[in-house]
């Protein structure tokens, strides 16, 4: 692994079901954050996570969850999907305030 | 809370000329670090340019450059010399320094089209 990955790529999800989105980083990075990208919205923030163990709501985070057990990893989970939630899904992660944040490849999910 | 308004939703340029792109912000707070980022078709993120609060003078990368008015909460990215590898969505972006919560702010973006 080199950077941030996200995984899946794309995904086609019944609606009510639950889906994890999975992130992690190898850079050590303390900050994590989870995006949501939709057409004429820009990035919205869901979560944040500013260091292992500690968690933090974002703009946007009814219908979401996520975790920060250790620094590599911040899973994004959808706990019962709904098509309102169809969108592109970004993991960043950031070694500081004074850096940029590094972003993922993006993970388009489609509710149906 | 802290916003980020970009204000015009598309932009064109001809190639080789020069164009800027709006950003205005709202906070209370003096020391932060403001962004822009291009977001190509590719749908990878890439930093542009950074610029600190504290720091007076406009920061420059190539062909790009800001104009960063404190006072006026306005963060604006000039492109010189518009090439076609420049068509993107470009998003503003604003982060606290100082904040309990560090959460990294963006406008809605700014399209980019490049006429050849």
């Known amino acids: 692994i080199a950077g941030i990955t996200q995984a899946p790529t794309s995904q086609i999800l019944a609606a009510g079901r639950r889906m994890t989105l999975r992130c992690t980083q190898d850079?050590?990075?303390?900050?994590m954050y989870w995006y949501r990208q939709d057409l004429g919205l820009g990035l919205r923030l869901i979560h944040y996570?500013?260091?292992?163990?500690?968690?933090g709501k974002g703009e946007v985070p009814d219908g979401y969850s996520v975790s920060r057990a250790n620094t590599d990893d911040f899973p994004l989970t959808l706990a019962s999907a709904v098509p309102s939630q169809t969108s592109v899904y970004f993991c960043?992660?950031?070694?500081?305030?004074?850096?940029?944040?590094?972003f993922g490849q993006g993970t388009r999910l489609t509710v149906v | 809370a802290q916003t980020v308004t970009q204000s015009q939703p598309e932009m064109s340029v001809q190639e080789a000329e020069t164009v800027t792109l709006s950003c205005t912000y709202d906070?209370?707070?003096?020391?932060?670090?403001l962004f822009w980022y291009k977001q190509p078709p590719s749908r990878q993120m890439i930093l542009v340019i950074r610029?600190?609060?504290?720091?007076?003078q406009n920061a420059t990368e190539n062909r790009f450059s800001v104009n960063f008015q404190k006072a006026a909460k306005s963060f604006s990215l000039k492109i010189s010399d518009s090439q076609l590898g420049d068509a993107a969505m470009y998003f503003c972006?604003?982060?606290?320094?100082?904040?309990?919560?560090?959460?990294?702010?963006f406008g809605k973006g700014t399209r980019l089209h490049i006429l050849p």
């Open positions: 850079m050590r990075h303390n900050a």
């Open positions: 972006a604003y982060r606290s320094v100082n904040s309990r919560d560090d959460k990294i702010i």
């Open positions: 906070t209370s707070e003096s020391d932060y670090y």
């Open positions: 996570s500013n260091t292992a163990g500690t968690t």
């Open positions: 960043a992660s950031s070694l500081d305030r004074s850096t940029e944040a590094f």
């Open positions: 610029q600190e609060a504290y720091k007076q």
